[in-house]
């Protein structure tokens, strides 16, 4: 069975600090595929990166930067010089190896409030 | 954006009562998802599609049934609600033709059962 752990239920930082989201899994899967998800208070998900398991490159997107180890099944999140519009709830998922077909196992999500 | 469109996007029912929530894509991606978002849960897959008349179960499908007549339409139905089922529930489809595999999310429907 699969299992994702977002151990930090709420998070508050001032603006402009950096904060790292954390995300652990679990899977017997040799190849799966990991996401994460941001869904502001307006209430929709929005895709951010989704990484598969032979790709262990940490990957940068402007002030967003994943950081995916293996050897401790996690696949943290960061996000430098947080802004106001970064409040959000952030899952992190999981999904198995079926190409097209990814029923997602995600986790509790992690509430994010960047104080002005 | 992917075209992904869920209807009614509020209901408030009593228990007891039958609901259909639509799920409608434009993008003729091949898979299609239900979930439900629960505090304390994060989002749990109901059912899914791989292609029309072809549904299998999830993680929480227990007094939940869907249909799939159409590629660009998802039924959920819950035969006789129950306050257990008040929740968010999303539609998600993927597998275009883009090979980049994504999972994306309709707008949500705001269900309370009463």
């Known amino acids: 069975a699969q299992k994702v752990t977002q151990a930090q239920t709420e998070i508050s930082v001032v603006e402009k600090e950096d904060v790292t989201l954390d995300c652990v899994y679990e899977?017997?899967?040799?190849?799966?595929?990991l996401f994460w998800y941001k869904q502001p208070p307006s209430g929709e998900l929005v895709f951010l990166i989704r990484r598969n398991s032979f790709d262990e490159q940490n990957e940068i997107s402007g002030r967003y930067s994943w950081n995916f180890q293996k050897s401790t099944s996690s696949f943290n999140f960061t996000i430098t010089a947080s802004q106001v519009v970064d409040s959000a709830v952030y899952f992190c998922?999981?999904?198995?190896?079926?190409?097209?077909?990814?029923?997602?196992?995600f986790g509790t999500g992690t509430r994010l409030t960047i104080i002005p | 954006d992917a075209g992904i469109t869920q209807s009614p996007r509020h209901k408030v029912t009593e228990t007891g009562t039958p609901v259909t929530l639509r799920c409608h894509q434009t993008e003729n991606h091949r898979y299609m998802y239900w979930y439900r978002q629960d505090p304390g849960h994060g989002l749990r897959l109901i059912h899914y599609s791989y292609g029309v008349k072809d549904t299998d179960k999830g993680e929480v499908s227990d007094g939940y049934s869907v249909s799939r007549s159409k590629t660009e339409d998802f039924l959920l139905t819950l035969e006789s609600a129950t306050s257990s089922q008040t929740s968010v529930y999303f539609c998600?489809?993927?597998?275009?033709?883009?090979?980049?595999?994504?999972?994306?999310f309709g707008p949500g429907t705001r269900l309370t059962v009463l």
């Open positions: 899977t017997r899967d040799t190849t799966y595929y």
């Open positions: 998922a999981l999904s198995g190896p079926n190409f097209g077909n990814e029923k997602l196992t």
């Open positions: 998600a489809i993927s597998g275009g033709t883009s090979g980049r595999n994504e999972q994306f």
